[in-house]
């Protein structure tokens, strides 16, 4: 699905104009959004919608934790797609379980330094936690699917 018809789709959901009311912005502009973009120039209309401004801030900024973000306020996490086959599967296998413990002990520290002054986690400590939290999960994910998907078998070659 393109962005525009994912977009059309949501808001089919609620109706455009409810749409546009509880984000306190035109229907015309919601409607807008909702089109298929000018394929001779997507940005002569000046109304790019706000998946394609996400996908752009991503793209340029290489910055994951955007789309870990969002995923997050949709109850869901993000997972990266493994390398479809590896290189070398000694190292990238040992690699990649490396990376997986890597992350599992920088949870686990981020937990200790919480509680090592007073014994208790805050906000701003279970935000920290959090993080580091959602970083092994996509982890393990990718990891995981990786080896559903063969990547690490000897007959992958």
């Known amino acids: 699905m393109r962005s525009h018809q ?3 789709s949501a808001a089919d959901q609620v109706g455009v ?7 306190r912005l035109s229907p015309a502009l919601i409607y807008k959004w909702c089109e298929q973009p000018d394929s001779e120039d997507a940005d002569a209309s000046g109304t790019r919608n706000p998946l394609d401004r996400l996908s752009d801030i991503v793209r340029i ?7 870990s973000w969002l995923c997050h306020e949709a109850d869901g996490f993000f997972v ?3 390398e479809a086959e590896c290189r070398d599967i000694d190292s990238d296998l040992l690699q990649s379980t490396q990376h997986l413990v890597s992350h599992f002990s920088k949870l686990l520290a981020e937990v ?3 509680v090592a002054d007073d014994g208790a986690i805050d906000a701003s400590e279970a935000d920290k936690i959090r993080q580091h939290w959602e970083e092994l ?12 998907r063969g990547v690490y078998r000897k007959d992958a070659k």
């Open 6 to 8: 994912v977009l059309r």
């Open 17 to 23: 104009k409810s749409l546009a009311s509880e984000l």
């Open 61 to 67: 900024t290489g910055h994951i934790p955007v789309v």
């Open 80 to 82: 990266h797609n493994p």
């Open 112 to 114: 200790s330094r919480s």
């Open 137 to 148: 999960k996509t982890t393990a994910e990718t990891f995981v699917v990786a080896c559903e």
